[in-house]
């Protein structure tokens, strides 16, 4: 049973940061198709910390396996794998895209900063309910 349940986070948090980097990748990808490089490396850096904290809330308001911190150390991390795998490695077969400050690693922090921040407030509001019950 314990095999099962470590299963069932491991595919909750990983299922959240993907639809998080799809969200995210796919902004990237439509921007670059609307708007010059650089507006579309902004809009991608201010998109992907909005579409973290709303992925976050429904991981932390429904499974929570994770502590803020970890939580957010994996979906940066994630993203960056899938950068990596996916972007660099199999699309533009290039590593390119780790060069760019705005392109991947301020998205990346700030995916880091947004998702520990959507942890902490959940996990201080969950706290001051419990406390008021």
């Not at 507006?39 to 809330?57: E, R, Y």
């Not at 940066?76 to 533009?92: E, I, K, Q, S, T």
Request: with cysteine.
């Amino acid at each position: 049973m314990a095999r099962k349940t470590l299963a069932w986070k491991i595919l909750a948090i990983l299922c959240h940061a993907m639809i998080g980097w799809v969200a995210y990748a796919t902004t990237m990808w439509g921007a670059m198709r609307l708007v010059p490089r650089t507006a579309a490396l902004i809009i991608h850096a201010v998109s992907a910390p909005i579409f973290f904290a709303l992925v976050s809330w429904n991981y932390f308001t429904r499974f929570h396996f994770t502590s803020a911190v970890q939580t957010a150390a994996f979906f940066a991390l994630a993203v960056v794998a899938l950068d990596f795998f996916l972007v660099a490695l199999l699309m533009h077969r290039s590593l390119a895209i780790f060069a760019s400050l705005l392109g991947t690693w301020i998205p990346c922090v700030l995916i880091f900063a947004s998702t520990f921040l959507t942890g902490r407030w959940w996990e201080a509001s969950t706290e001051q309910n419990a406390d008021n019950s």
